[in-house]
Structures are given as structure tokens and as C-alpha cells.
């Protein structure tokens, strides 16, 4: 969701809430929101700018909606060959960085996500380590193993891998 969309889904929420909270005070037996409600419909031009609000929220309610329903896609990465296009999703590179990972001695469990950028893409990989290895040294061949695989499968250069580990793998006891 791009920051408009954000921003309109706070005023949208904001707008919600206030009127909420009017017709709740109405409902509780208050007068102040009727009183107000009527002295601003004997103003000239009311119901044109309540009519005019009111067609802007049900268009903001619907692009909100949409948007909600039908969430971005992530891109792909697309290569020019000489004989024609080529588009890889981003979610096919992060399933590639994901068995790389996995294939990796010391790690237990392995998350990806790509962004595509203008000198390449960016990766970030969080990962379950096993107690027993160097994270430094793990992290290291993890880069090196991502950039190398992604570069040999796709041709696409690998601009920046970040790597976080979330949790040291508890080591399960021996039964002897």
C-alpha cells in the first residue's frame, strides 16, 4: 500500500470514528449533535458540500476496499534476451534463496523475501541457527552461497543480502 492509500485509510477511519461517536451520543439521549446537525443543515450550501463529502467517503470506502481485497502482487524481475523477454517472480527467487539456506550446514529454518531495485535486488533472510555453529562464519557462506546460486539460476546480480538471526534452535536431548 503506497503512503496515499495510507493516508486515506487513516482520515477515512478518522471520519468513521467521529461519526460513530455522534450518532452513539444521539442514541445515548444527547442533544449536542442534533443540535449542531441542525444548525449547520440551515446553512446555505450544506446539503451540496454533505452530498459532495458523502460521495468522496464512498469513493475512498471503495478504493480502500479494493485495495484490501486485491493486495499488489510482488513484481518480477524481467531480462531482455535476444530472443525476447524474460520475467522471474520475486517469489521464485525467494523459494530458490530459501533451499539454499536450507542447504546450508547449521541452519534450521529459513524465511526470504526480494525487493527488486534499480542495481539489482535485495534479499533479506531470517533464519533459525543450530546451537553448535559460528554465526559469523554461517552468515558469511550464507551470503556467499545466495549471491553465487541467485547469479547462476536467474543472472540476476544480487546487490544486497541481509541476514537476521531470529532464534538459536534449542539442541534436543540424546537418549542413551
Known amino acids: 500500500m503506497n503512503p496515499f492509500d495510507r493516508g486515506l485509510m487513516v482520515v477515512y477511519a478518522l471520519a468513521g470514528i467521529l461519526v460513530a461517536a455522534a450518532l452513539g451520543a ?15 443543515a440551515g446553512m446555505p450550501g450544506f446539503y451540496e458540500t454533505a452530498y459532495a463529502l ?8 471503495i478504493r480502500l ?7 499488489e502482487k510482488k513484481h518480477a524481475v524481467l531480462q531482455e ?22 542447504d546450508q550446514r547449521g541452519i534450521k529454518e529459513a524465511r526470504a523475501g526480494v525487493e527488486g531495485t534499480t542495481q539489482g535486488i535485495g534479499i533479506r533472510v531470517r533464519v533459525v541457527v543450530a546451537p553448535d555453529v559460528s554465526i559469523p562464519q554461517v552468515s558469511e557462506a550464507l551470503q556467499n552461497g545466495i549471491r553465487d546460486k541467485v547469479l547462476e539460476v536467474t543472472g540476476i546480480e544480487v546487490h544486497d543480502i541481509r541476514i537476521s538471526v531470529d532464534n538459536i534452535a534449542a539442541q534436543k536431548l540424546r537418549v542413551e
Open 54 to 61: 458523502l460521495a468522496v467517503y464512498l469513493l475512498a470506502g
Open 81 to 102: 534476451g535476444y530472443l525476447g523477454k524474460v520475467r522471474i517472480a520475486l517469489a521464485a527467487i525467494e523459494s530458490l534463496v530459501e533451499k539454499v539456506a536450507m
Open 26 to 40: 444521539v442514541l445515548a439521549g444527547w442533544a449536542w449533535p442534533e443540535s449542531i446537525f441542525r444548525t449547520a
Open 65 to 71: 476496499a479494493w485495495y484490501g481485497l486485491h493486495p
